[in-house]
T-cell receptor
Framework: NAGVTQTPKFQVLKTGQSMTLQCAQDMNHNSMYWYRQDPGMGLRLIYYSASEGTTDKGEVPNGYNVSRLNKREFSLRLESAAPSQTSVYFC?????????????FGSGTQLSVL | AQKITQTQPGMFVQEKEAVTLDCTYD???????LFWYKQPSSGEMIFLIY??????QNATEGRYSLNFQKARKSANLVISASQLGDSAMYFC??????????FGPGTRLSVLP
């Protein structure tokens, strides 16, 4: 079972470069999420998508854009990378939208912006 | 906005003993879910346990149990019979209906042999 697959696992960018992080889930989940994790700060939500065709900002959306391409795929784009975006990025999906609905996580992308 | 507090940045426990990791949360929504995740040094996020806000009994999953005190907005994780493999970061999280998952800052647990 693939679960949540995100690519790439590692990426190094120069300031000002752009890139897209890809995420796909094969569990038929409605909700998908992008988080970033910085040392000592836990996970902070960047964007989420409650269903296909909808996206909403989370706690730290500035500098990012997202696309919910279809029910399976939810991509995160950095248009002009900055050193402050150096972080570990996690994609996740959820099996319910009310109350419960545990998150299933991808393996993470370690991004360094020089 | 929801806020999750984990007051213990780091905890130590002796192997085979029990340990409690604290979590308090702030939400005005009557319907929500409480979660605990484990993150070992390898980096993956591992689901441990879930408690619904309307569940009458505390959740248990093997060696993990959740001490849920709704009036105090507290959801502490209890790990019984600690093992060396339990050494990791532990995150408490809250999911409100129609909103997003919010995570606490985490507690680093170290199990001593």
């Amino acid at each position: 079972n693939a679960g949540v697959t995100q690519t790439p696992k590692f990426q190094v960018l120069k300031t000002g470069q752009s890139m897209t992080l890809q995420c796909a889930q094969d569990m038929n989940h409605n909700s998908m999420y992008w988080y970033r994790q910085d040392p000592g700060m836990g996970l902070r939500l960047i964007y989420y998508s409650a269903s296909e065709g909808t996206t909403d900002k989370g706690e730290v959306p500035n500098g990012y854009n997202v696309s919910r391409l279809n029910k399976r795929e939810f991509s995160l784009r950095l248009e002009s990378a900055a050193p402050s975006q150096t972080s570990v990025y996690f994609c996740a999906s959820s099996d319910r939208d009310r109350g419960g609905g545990k998150l299933f996580f991808g393996s993470g992308t370690q991004l360094s912006v020089l | 906005a929801q806020k999750i507090t984990q007051t213990q940045p780091g905890m130590f426990v002796q192997e085979k003993e029990a340990v409690t990791l604290d979590c308090t949360y702030d939400t005005s929504d009557p319907s929500y879910g409480l979660f605990w995740y484990k993150q070992p040094s390898s980096g993956e996020m591992i689901f441990l346990i879930y408690q619904g806000s309307y569940d009458q009994q505390n959740a248990t999953e093997g060696r993990y149990s959740l001490n849920f005190q709704k009036a105090r907005k507290s959801a502490n994780l209890v790990i019984s019979a600690s093992q060396l493999g339990d050494s990791a970061m532990y995150f408490c999280a809250v999911h409100n209906y129609g909103q997003n998952f919010v995570f606490g800052p985490g507690t680093r647990l170290s199990v001593l042999p």
